[in-house]
């Protein structure tokens, strides 16, 4: 569904804007390069991303096409290097956050894991403290012991 809706809105940009249209054609080309490029298994969510960075890059300088009314528009705006900087970085910028998104999430959750084992390492401690050493022992000698907790003063 969301393919279609943007496909209808190419196709009015394309009739009411050609050279709005030709605009961002050219700047959702990383998109484009990508889409054919890639097999990962996420390839959906991937491609996601870079689009909405690239079409954040891109949107700008489609008005600025809007704006200029005719061909001379798109000139301008694909013979400016920055322009045409600022539309094919941002879909650098969006596959960069896919390179560093993963590590910044597995920090994270190694982060969360640590804190969850300080926790319970400090509940074992409370636990040593109430029923004393004798709960730890080896089941070696045949022998079971049953601790009792220590009396409390």
Do not use: C
């Not at 528009?73 to 941002?90: E, K, N, Q």
């Not at 994270?108 to 084992?117: E, I, K, L, T």
């Amino acid at each position: 569904m969301p393919m279609m809706v943007g496909a209808a809105i190419f196709m009015a940009l394309l009739f009411f804007w050609p050279a709005a249209a030709i605009v961002g054609v050219i700047g959702m080309l990383p998109t484009f390069v990508y889409w054919f490029v890639d097999s990962h298994v996420y390839r959906a969510m991937r491609l996601k991303t870079i689009f909405t960075f690239n079409l954040a890059g891109v949107v700008p300088y489609v008005f600025k096409a809007i704006d200029a009314s005719g061909y001379e528009g798109v000139g301008s705006v694909l013979s400016d290097s920055v322009s045409m900087i600022f539309m094919l970085g941002a879909g650098a910028l969006g596959v960069m956050v896919l390179g560093v998104a993963p590590n910044i999430a597995a920090l994270f959750m190694q982060m969360a894991a640590n804190d969850r084992v300080r926790k319970i390492e400090d509940q074992q401690k409370k636990l040593l403290d109430i029923w004393g050493d004798e709960i730890i022992t080896s089941k070696s000698s045949g022998e079971e012991k049953t601790a009792k907790p220590k009396a409390r003063a």
